[in-house]
């Protein structure tokens, strides 16, 4: 009978040595799912990312997490309305990026400040996935670039600009 009860406990051992495993290689997994992407500003983006970073104090890279972050809160709160403001600043992008084509004539330098190449965490990743914004990232950070704006910043400039 002990014998039996050795066996027993052994398996059970396994089990659950094999289910520690197997968690920790899906853990491993998703922390791999690291997003390096490649994006295109508009100079307006870089303006209010400099205003921002510069207010909020947090580095370039931690400023875009914080903006998909915030489209990605205001998406659960009501995704109705911020498909409409999704699909009306993705427009807005493309317009900007269109005039930034159109203007040619740049610097070499003019033109690279307009590119970036980032890496975002698996959070943050998975809340791109979550809007379903994976082949859109660049308007997916406009738009959050621009909510966040507006939300900190734009209703006190315009009070400010009228007085």
Not at 7 to 35: M, P, R, S, Y
Not at 51 to 63: A, G, I, P, Q, Y
Not at 66 to 76: D, G, V
């Amino acid at each position: 009978m002990p014998i039996e009860n050795t066996t027993n406990h052994q398996n059970k051992d396994f089990l659950v040595e094999n289910a520690i495993k197997h968690g920790t290689q899906k853990i491993e997994e998703e922390n791999e799912k690291e997003l390096y992407i490649n994006l295109r500003y508009t100079n307006s983006e870089l303006e209010k990312i400099k205003e921002l970073t510069s207010v909020l104090r947090l580095s370039k890279e931690l400023f875009i997490e914080t903006a998909i972050s915030y489209l990605y809160f205001r998406f659960s709160e009501n995704q109705d309305s911020i498909k409409k403001i999704i699909s009306e600043e993705t427009e807005k992008y493309k317009s900007e990026f269109q005039e930034i084509s159109i203007a040619g004539n740049k610097s070499r330098r003019e033109i690279d400040r307009l590119y970036g190449k980032i890496k975002l965490s698996p959070e943050i990743s998975h809340k791109v996935e979550q809007l379903n914004m994976k082949d859109n990232i660049n308007e997916c950070l406009f738009t959050g670039i621009n909510l966040l704006y507006k939300q900190l910043i734009g209703d006190f400039k315009i009070v400010n600009q009228q007085k």
